[in-house]
């Protein structure tokens, strides 16, 4: 996928002057890329790319002084995304506008993580947030375990092994075969807030 992001002169200056502030900045560039892509806790990052940081996947772009590395996985969600820079008397401020961070863009190619937060965001979640609560993931692990931590009116509440077992396990396993199973890593001594 090719990128649609458009980096405006203002931005592009102002990374520039910030890229040139830092130590060993020969080399140096920008990397950018969606946290949570696709729920909607989806963060669009840009973060300082040294050489060597560069990922697999990144896709490169030649700016005005510097290279953009935007993250391959990222790119559905960064597309039609806009960075930009208004100067004010405050100094100024660098803004990113990525209306399809958000968006649920999910294939059968899209890595797992998206998948699991899919279900988790669109099936799942919803169901839980009647009782004020909600589950996210924290990992997959090499032996194709989710990893998940539940929080709100879930975490320290008495119903939340039936809800891992029965429901949410089943509906993940039953979507994504490749998982072997999943795990809580909640503190569930917190019952603050609990449902039940």
């Known amino acids: 996928m090719s990128v649609n992001v458009e980096i405006t002169e203002s931005a592009q200056q102002y990374l520039k002057e910030l890229l040139d502030k830092q130590k060993d900045n020969d080399g140096i560039g920008i990397r950018m890329f969606v946290a949570s892509p696709g729920t909607p ?5 840009i973060a300082y790319c040294r050489p060597g940081e560069e990922k697999e996947g990144d896709e490169i772009v030649q700016l005005n002084g510097f290279k953009a590395y935007f993250e391959g996985r990222s ?3 960064l597309d039609e995304a806009k960075v930009d820079y208004s100067p004010d008397r405050m100094g100024g401020q660098l803004t990113i506008r990525a209306p399809n961070s ?4 999910v294939t059968d190619d899209s ?4 998948r699991i937060n899919y279900v988790l965001y669109n ?3 919803p169901s839980l947030a009647a009782h004020g609560g909600n589950v996210s993931l924290v990992e997959v692990t090499e032996d194709m375990i989710a990893v998940l931590k539940f929080g709100g009116g879930c975490q320290g509440c008495g119903a939340v092994a039936v809800t891992l077992k029965q429901g949410i396990e089943v ?3 039953d979507k994504l075969p490749e ?4 795990r809580d890593v909640t503190d569930h001594t917190d019952r603050s807030n609990a449902y039940i």
């Open 171 to 173: 509906q993940l396993m």
């Open 75 to 77: 790119l559905p969600y």
């Open 102 to 105: 958000k968006m649920p863009r």
């Open 123 to 125: 099936d799942v979640n």
């Open 41 to 45: 806790q989806a963060e669009t990052c």
């Open 179 to 182: 998982l072997k199973g999943i």
């Open 111 to 114: 890595p797992l993580e998206d």
